[in-house]
């Protein structure tokens, strides 16, 4: 059986995902919030969840290899994370999955419904 990793396409397409997720939410009027609490570049976050999506995704565990164990709800924590910002996150991931994945109506659904599960995760503030 091949993992979601293989089935999304690999390492390209992951970078691929990456990438167009991170324009998204740089582009995009709708997620103002979202995109203030980066850096004003996205070189080390597309770095780092490209990283973290190869592991995650069944691929191979690059993040874990160069940062340790990715504690994503503490390494969020310093963020203010309410619905508003969870929605903006899965609205930007959830058009670069629809985008990039056309040929597998499950695979978009499994990994739709896991990334919804990791963002609601991350929630630390109530609205």
Aim: with cysteine.
């Amino acid at each position: 059986m091949l993992t979601q990793y293989e089935q999304l396409g690999g390492e390209l397409a992951v970078k691929n995902l990456v990438n167009r997720f991170y324009d998204l939410m740089d582009q995009r009027t709708d997620t103002s919030e979202l995109r203030a609490m980066h850096a004003k570049s996205l070189k080390i976050s597309r770095e780092k969840l490209y990283l973290f999506l190869s592991g995650w995704l069944g691929g191979p565990s690059l993040y874990i290899e160069k940062y340790g164990h990715p504690k994503l709800r503490a390494r969020h924590m310093p963020f203010t994370i309410t619905s508003l910002e969870k929605d903006q996150w899965l609205s930007c991931m959830n058009q670069a999955l629809q985008e990039q994945i056309t040929d597998n109506t499950l695979l978009l659904m499994t990994l739709s419904a896991s990334f919804k599960g990791v963002a609601e995760h991350m929630l630390n503030t109530q609205d």
